[in-house]
C-alpha cells in the first residue's frame, strides 16, 4: 500500500496516521507549541544529503510550530495570488501554487512518516490537535473564491496557451481538485461542507486512536505453554520478547491489522487459535473505549452528506470521479465479475480442508480460525510443502540486498549503498543511497520492517521528499511493514508472503524512484488509487521469477540454495488458497464499495447489520472466509485514503498480471524491457491519462485474463 494524499497543492495535509483522540490531548498540545524560528529543524530544508530529514536534531515539541507556521505560510502565498493585480497565467497561479507550501511539506511528510511508524504520546497530542486545522486549511485553500477564478480562468483557455503536455494535465488536474473539494459551491453550501470535513476530519482521528489501542488490547496473552503448542523455538522466543516489552509474564501474540492472523498455521491448539480470530475479529466492537461503530457508521453517513452538497448520489460517485474506474458502477461491475469464480473455488477449499478434518474424526465443521491450520496441513498433503522449511530460505536482509535489490539491478541498473551515518526515527531502520546505472545519485530509500506497538498496522510506502525538477528536489522514500521481530541474536527468518510484501512496497518506492517530473503534484506515487497499487503488485512477480528466486533464496546458515524439489513444490503450490485469498479481497473491497454507496437518505446504519446485508446482497458471506478486513478495523477505508477505492487492489492487479504477460511474451527480465517499463511508466506519475499511459506502452488495453491465470481461476471463471 502506498499512503495517498487527496489533492495536489494541500499534498503535504495527512490523510494517513491520525491515530489520537480529541479533547483533552488537543488543548495539552496546543499548550506546548513552541515559539517558531531559525532553531527549529524544518524552519529551512535540510542540510542533509537529498535534504533527508535531520531525526537526531528533530524533537517531538518540534512539528506542531512548524506545521502551523507552514500553514500559515501557505495561506499568505495563496492570498498573494488570489489577490494578485496581474492577470492569471499558468506561470502566476498554477506554477505559484505549486512553489506554496514547502515549509508545511517539509513537516508534514517527515510528521507522518514518524506517527505512522513510531507514535508517541505527544505525537498523537500534536494530531489531535492539528487534525481539523489542517482540513480547515485545505478547505480554506480549494474554497478561495479569488484564487478558484484564477484558476478556472487559466483553464478556460488552456488550450491556446501554448503549454506543453504536462503542464496541460497540471491545469486540468488542478481545476477537477478544486471543483471536486466544492470550489463552485455557494458561500452558504461552503461554509456547510467546511463543518463536514472538520468533522469528518475528527471521527477520522476518533477511529484511528481507537483503533491502534483496540489493536494492542487485543494480543493474546498467556502463561499457559500448551496453549501455544505448535509454535517453533523463534516463534516462541517472540512472544517472549513482546511479552517483556509489555512488562507481562508468558508470551503475547500481538494482532496484526487483517481479520486472519499468521500465527494460525502454526498453533495446534483450537481454542487458542479460536480466542485469538475473536480478539481479531472483535477488537473494535466490545463496547469500550475503543469501539469504532458509532464512529463508522457517522462517517458513512456524513460522507454521503459531503457527497450530496457537491451534487453527487453517493461518495463513491463523487470519490470516482477522478479514478481509472470512473463511476461506483463500473468499479462494482468489476468486482461483481470475479465473485462467482473466487467463491466456487473457495467453496471447493473448504470441502478440501472439512475432509482432512473429517478424515481426522475432529468432530467439527471448519471454523475460520481453523482454515489456515488445516489449508496448511492440505498444502504439505498436496504439494508436500511445509513452511518450516521454507522459511529458512528467507532471511530479511538477504531478501533484501539479494531479492529485492538483485531484481531492481537487473530490471533498472540501480545500485545500492547502506548510509549509517544518516539519522534515523528507530534503531530498527535501515537507510541506502540508490545509484542510477550511469552511477549517478538517485534517491534515498529508507525501510523499517518489524512490528512494534506504536507502529500502524499493515505495510506501506511514503515518502520524506519528492521529486521534482521545478522544486530541484530528489526522491526520499520509505518502506514500513509489521514482520515478527526475531529475538535478540536470531536470524529474521519470513514467509513467503513477507517476501512477497517487501517486493510489492519496493515496487511503490521505485514508482517514487523513477519518478522524473517537473511538477511535484504529478509526480511519482501521486496518481489515482485505482493505479497506485499496478507497480507495486508487479513488482511482486518478480519475487517468482526463478534468475531472482536463485539469487535470495538461500540457507541462512549454510548459504546453499533452496533445493530444486522445494523450488519446485512451491511454484507448484502457488495456486493454492486462491479461492480464499480472492474471496477475502473480494468481501473488502464489496463492503467499501456498499459503505459509500449510501445515499444521503439513508438512516444512521448499524454497522454489524450493514456489513452482514452487505455481504449477503454481494454473495459474498461465506461462513469459513471472513472478509480481509471487518468494516469497524477497515484502516484503508476510514482514515487511510482508501475510501471507496479498495478495488484498486484487484483493479490494478488486472493491470499488473496483464502487464508481466507483457514482459513474459518479450523475453522477461531483461534491462530492455526494465527500462523501457521505466521510461513509458513508472517514471511518468500522473501526467498524462493513465488509461492512455498503459495502452501505449502495453500496445493494447489491459486483459482480464492474465490475472485469472496467474491465480489459478482459469477454468472456475470458463464455467460460469
Known sequence: MTKLRTNSIARSIFTLGITVA??????????????????????????????????????DSDYQPAIDAGMAEQIKEVETIANSAESPSFENTIVALERSGQLLNRAMQTFNCVTGANLNDALQQTQS???????????????????????????????????????????????????????????????????????????????????????????????????????????????????????????????????????????????????????????TER????????????????RAEKAKLLGYANFAAWTLTDQMAKTPEAAIHFVDALVPAA?????????????????????????????????????????????????????????????????????????????????????????FEVFDADGAPLALFYCDYFKRDNKNGGAWMDSLLGQSKLMGTKPVVFNVANFEKPAAGQPALISYDDVTTMFHEFGHALHGI?????????????????????????????????????HYAKHYKTGAPMPAELVAKIKKSRSFNQGYALTELLAAAALDLQWHSLPVTAPLQKPDEFEAAALEKTHLHLDAVPPRYRSSYFLHIWA?????????????????????????????LTRANGDRFRKMVLSRGNTEDLEKLYSTWRGAEPSIEPMLKFRGLKDEAASK
Request: aromatic letters at 12%.
Open 640 to 668: 487511510n485514503g482508501y475510501s471507496a477505492g479498495y478495488y484498486a487492489y484487484l483493479w490494478t492487479e488486472m493491470l499488473d498480471d496483464d502487464a508481466f504477460q507483457w514482459f513474459e511474451e518479450h523475453g522477461g
Open 343 to 431: 467463491t466456487a473455488r473457495a467453496g471447493r477449499e473448504a470441502n478440501d480442508i472439512q475432509a482432512l478434518i473429517d478424515s481426522q474424526h475432529g468432530g467439527f465443521t471448519l471454523k475460520p480460525w481453523d482454515w489456515d491450520f488445516y489449508a496448511e496441513q492440505v498444502r504439505k498433503a498436496k504439494y508436500d510443502l511445509d513452511e518450516s522449511q521454507i522459511k529458512p530460505y528467507f532471511e530479511l536482509n538477504n531478501v533484501l540486498e539479494n531479492g529485492v535489490f538483485y531484481a531492481a539491478h537487473q530490471l533498472y541498473g540501480l545500485s545500492f549503498k547502506e548510509r549509517k551515518d544518516l539519522p534515523i526515527y528507530q534503531p530498527d531502520v535501515r537507510v
Open 287 to 302: 463496547g469500550d473505549a475503543n469501539d469504532t461503530r458509532a464512529a463508522i457508521a457517522r462517517l458513512a453517513q456524513l
Open 22 to 59: 480529541m479533547g483533552a490531548g488537543a488543548g495539552a498540545a496546543q499548550k506546548q507549541a513552541a515559539t517558531f524560528g531559525p532553531a527549529n529543524p524544518f524552519y529551512a530544508p535540510s542540510a542533509l544529503p537529498f535534504q533527508a530529514p535531520a531525526f537526531d536534531k528533530i524533537k
Open 514 to 550: 523513477f519518478a522524473n517530473t517537473y511538477y511535484p503534484s504529478l509526480s511519482g506515487t501521486q496518481t489515482p488509487r485505482d493505479f497506485v497499487e499496478f507497480p507495486s503488485q508487479f513488482n511482486e512477480h518478480w519475487a517468482s521469477n526463478p534468475e531472482v528466486f536463485a
Open 129 to 283: 490537535y492539528e487534525a481539523p486545522r489542517l482540513a480547515a486549511h485545505q478547505d480554506a485553500i480549494y474554497l478561495n473564491a479569488k484564487l478558484f477564478a484564477r484558476v478556472k480562468a487559466i483553464y478556460d483557455k488552456r488550450t491556446t496557451l501554448g503549454l506543453d503536455a504536462e503542464a496541460l494535465r497540471l491545469v486540468e488536474y488542478d481545476y477537477q481538485q478544486f471543483v471536486k473539494a466544492g470550489a463552485n459551491l455557494s458561500e452558504a453550501d461552503k461554509v456547510k461542507l467546511k463543518k463536514l470535513n472538520e468533522e469528518e476530519s475528527t471521527l477520522e482521528t476518533e477511529f484511528m486512536n481507537r483503533l491502534l489501542a483496540a489493536a494492542k488490547d487485543g494480543a493474546y496473552a498467556t502463561t499457559d505453554a500448551k496453549a501455544l503448542a505448535g509454535l517453533s523455538e523463534a516463534q516462541l522466543a517472540s512472544a517472549a520478547e513482546a511479552a517483556q516489552g509489555r512488562k507481562q509474564p508468558g508470551w503475547v501474540i500481538p494482532l496484526q491489522n487483517t481479520t486472519q492472523q499468521p500465527i494460525f498455521p502454526s498453533l495446534t491448539n483450537r481454542a487458542t487459535r479460536e480466542k485469538i480470530f475473536e480478539n481479531s475479529w472483535s477488537r
